[in-house]
């Protein structure tokens, strides 16, 4: 008589004669067993497999973001020589152009919406601090979570698809500047489209580290500095601090 015992993974099994002792199967294939199926390819893969890859994409966004946002950067400059040359040339020679006048307003737009999505990143937008500072900086971890889900990335993604049709109806119109001499539109509508695209993106790579950090997962890329922190001033020898 056979009996056989299951367990997961694996089973075993002995063999019962009569008027013998029972001798145990050292392997399940001489019982004839089905054999064990291995991992299904539809089972989810591990939880850390899916937060690595989510991590390998924030990385992408995080790198982009920053080349981007240094590039842009320049145009500050650009902008700054641009407004400063037209003028000097409109009081000297009394020549003024619109058409350098629209183009110093298209650099400044170009550096504060293509630059947005990098100070994200760097965690420099301008914040009103009354309770934030003085939390936990974990609680803090869960108010930035909260604020980009509820609000930065509705807003983000509100603005990317009304901007869509907006900026398609642009280029296929040819839309110029009602100016004289003016330049064209479109791309100063296409540089509002592009930054809150890249706003969106940053915003998903934001949500993606709140979360690794918080799971244990990543270090804090934005480690938590006091606010209202007593400065430490250092007292020359001598003197007695008043």
């Not at 064990?36 to 890859?53: A, F, L, N, Q």
């Not at 992408?60 to 080349?67: C, G, K, M, P, Q």
């Amino acid at each position: 008589m056979r009996a056989l015992g299951f367990t997961r993974g694996h089973c075993t099994g002995a063999i019962i004669t009569l008027g013998k002792p029972a001798r145990a199967l050292d392997s399940p294939l001489e019982i004839g067993t089905l054999p064990v199926r291995g991992k299904r390819s539809w089972e989810r893969p591990p939880r850390g497999e899916i937060m690595k890859t989510l991590l390998g994409f924030s990385r992408i966004v995080d790198y982009a973001t920053e080349i981007i946002g240094k590039s842009v950067s320049w145009l500050i400059l650009v902008a700054v020589l641009v407004s400063a040359g037209n003028a000097i040339v409109r009081k000297t020679f009394n020549i003024s152009s619109n058409a350098w006048l629209e183009a110093q307003w298209y650099l400044f737009g170009a550096a504060f919406m293509l630059a947005a999505a990098y100070t994200l990143r760097q965690n420099e937008h301008i914040r009103i601090d009354i309770v934030y500072g003085s939390l936990p900086r974990r609680a803090q971890h869960w108010i930035d979570l909260i604020g980009h889900c509820l609000f930065l990335m509705p807003f983000a993604l509100l603005m990317v698809y009304d901007l869509v049709p907006y900026v398609r109806m642009s280029v296929m119109s040819g839309e110029v500047s009602s100016s004289a001499g003016g330049l064209i539109i479109w791309p100063g509508k296409a540089l509002l489209l592009a930054g809150f695209f890249l706003l969106a993106l940053q915003g998903i790579s934001e949500i993606i580290k709140k979360i690794a950090v918080m799971r244990g997962d990543m270090e804090d890329p934005n480690p938590y500095v006091p606010t209202h922190a007593p400065l430490e001033v250092e007292t020359p020898v001598g003197e007695t601090r008043r």
